[in-house]
């Protein structure tokens, strides 16, 4: 079992884009995929069709509730979830005191069954704090993705030291697995710097996969389909089918 967070403070930079599609992906190669959705404003959840089991991450992370019971199904074969909700903005008011709070989600999982499971895919907030934290405390893997647009490179660095900070204190064995490119415009020249600039600061730790601007996938959440169901053969589930190979070659 691979628990991997996609994580990066920014918004906007295609985090539940990548977790959503990502994990169809793996599922259609026969991985079976855990997404827990620690965002508050519950994309994912809504994405995969689980709104009716919204609250479950947040029940996972202030209570004692059995894991299994908050694992929900989704609209994808293979793929379930611990749904998000609006009340993962309290989260730290809800443990204000408390000890050990940036471990609750990696205590958690101790619990869970890893032979039912392949992937874990963390979806998380567009901010470094305490529930980003547990993300980053349970991962063995960090996916980041990244906009090709030069705001979108502002928060990386914070990342990195911020993942540092974590590896020394909560969890030495977090690593990243790769930076992926999103939302690129091969047609423009400054998509192309700001790929470049990426690779010249990470060198290989930029996944040979990137993620093609495409209309498709911007359609695609609309009707609650993966990109691999709305336009199977778009460019764009090319691009995800690649990323999806790419992460098992990776963490085999």
């Not at 502002?154 to 690593?175: C, D, F, H, I």
Request: hydrophobic share 45%.
């Amino acid at each position: 079992m691979k628990i991997i967070a996609v994580a990066n403070q920014k918004g906007g930079c295609a985090k539940t884009t990548t977790v959503v599609n990502l994990a169809a992906c793996l599922a259609e190669l026969g991985k079976q995929v855990l997404v827990i959705d620690l965002d508050s404003q519950a994309n994912a959840t809504t994405w995969l069709g689980a709104e009716h089991s919204t609250g479950h991450a947040f029940k996972l992370l202030t209570t004692k509730t059995s894991l299994e019971d908050l694992i929900a199904p989704t609209n994808l074969d293979g793929v379930s979830i611990v749904s998000g909700s609006r009340e993962l903005a309290n989260f730290e008011k809800a443990v204000a005191g408390e000890i050990a709070v940036e471990t609750r989600l990696k205590r958690r999982l101790i619990g869970l069954d890893s032979s039912k499971w392949d992937f874990v895919l963390v979806d998380t907030p567009p901010t470094l704090g305490l529930i980003t934290l547990n993300a980053l405390s349970c991962a063995k893997e960090l996916i980041v993705p990244v906009t090709t647009h030069v705001l979108s490179l502002s928060g990386v660095a914070q990342l990195v030291e911020t993942l540092e900070e974590v590896k020394e204190v909560l969890n030495p064995s977090l690593n990243i697995l790769g930076f992926v490119a999103c939302r690129v415009d091969s047609r423009t020249r400054h998509s192309k710097e700001i790929l470049e600039l990426l690779i010249n600061q990470f060198g290989d730790k930029v996944l040979k996969s990137t993620i093609r601007e495409s209309i498709r996938l911007a359609e695609a959440p609309s009707f609650q389909l993966s990109i691999n169901q709305y336009g199977s053969k778009s460019s764009a589930a090319d691009d995800y089918r690649a990323l999806a190979a790419e992460v098992i070659s990776l963490t085999q």
